[in-house]
């Protein structure tokens, strides 16, 4: 792997790198890995919510498990991999780390979510960075509402007591376990509208399963987004990239002028990647 797609890969788009560890020579290590710059959103983080997020793939009948981050503060509110956290802990402690130091965390934490869910708490506005390999991807989501019923049931999660609701939302029904004892409107992905955070989910579908792991104080204080090298989408646009990706196969890459469309569309669709949808509408 040259040098150029190493940088491209980790440095720009680490959360694109797929399944396969990294190796690098001495001298390439010791390079500075030029990590793009990311934008300070809020520099008050009030809590760390762990999550493991299963979502499954009902045409491949796959199942992946991601570990994912809730950062919960005064404006605004982040929800991405742990790889990806990991990375800026990394960036704090090392200011500028090498290629090396950034290959390691990811070897170590990689994943394959490709998400970052920014929520603009007074705005109730939700920014959503995505990638189709090789374009990024950013749309605005203004109007993720959840209509709420609560119930009576209760239950106990991450040592918290929760209460329960339920609700549709864009071709799924949620169901929420909600915790008054932490008085937090905020949830894992977009849910939220509760009285309290929520710390467990699950759809209709069987398709989606979120629970809180472990809840700490912050030990990054910020919340940072990239704003640059990104292209903006309609919600809409967005959805269609990721089914388009997904269920044919290097659809970016043809779109954009790098390969050319040589085998035939039944082939494509035998090679799809791994999707399960959260918005179906």
């Known amino acids: 792997m040259s040098l150029k797609k190493i940088i491209l890969f980790i440095a720009c788009f680490p959360y694109l790198l797929w399944g396969q560890g990294v190796i690098l020579d001495s001298k390439t290590r010791s390079l ?16 760390e919510v762990f999550y493991q997020q299963t979502d499954i793939d009902t045409v491949l009948k796959a199942t992946i498990t991601y570990p994912l981050v809730l950062s919960i503060g005064e404006k605004f509110c982040s929800y991405r991999s742990y790889c ?22 990811y070897n170590l934490f990689r994943d394959s979510y490709h998400h970052q869910l920014i929520r ?25 509402v959840f209509q709420w019923t609560l119930l009576p049931d209760t239950a106990t999660v ?47 579908k069987g398709m989606h399963h979120i629970e809180a792991t472990s809840i700490r104080s912050p030990k990054l204080h910020f919340a940072a987004m990239s704003t640059h090298h990104w292209r903006k989408v309609t919600r809409e646009a967005a959805l269609k990239a990721i089914y ?17 469309k040589k085998e035939p569309e039944a082939n494509a669709k035998k090679r799809r990647h791994f999707y399960s949808p959260y918005e179906e509408e």
């Not at 500075?32 to 809590?47: F, G, R, V, Y």
């Not at 960075?129 to 203004?142: A, I, K």
């Open 32 to 47: 500075p890995a030029n990590i793009e710059k990311a934008d300070t959103l809020d520099k008050n983080i009030q809590l």
């Open 158 to 204: 991450c040592g918290y007591l929760c209460h329960k609701a339920t609700g549709p939302f864009r071709g799924h029904v949620w169901t929420a376990w909600w915790s008054d004892e932490i008085p937090i409107d905020a949830g894992p992905w977009k849910l939220q509208g509760l009285p309290g955070l929520i710390l467990k989910a699950q759809d209709d």
């Open 244 to 260: 388009e990706d997904a269920t044919h196969p290097g659809a970016g890459m043809v779109a954009a002028g790098l390969i050319e």
């Open 120 to 144: 603009n708490i007074r705005r109730n506005l939700f920014i959503e960075s995505f990638s189709v390999f090789p374009s990024r991807y950013r749309c605005l989501d203004s109007t993720a």
């Open 84 to 105: 990806s956290y990991r990375q800026d802990s990394l960036c704090v402690i090392k200011k500028a780390p090498t290629v090396g130091e950034v290959t390691d965390v």
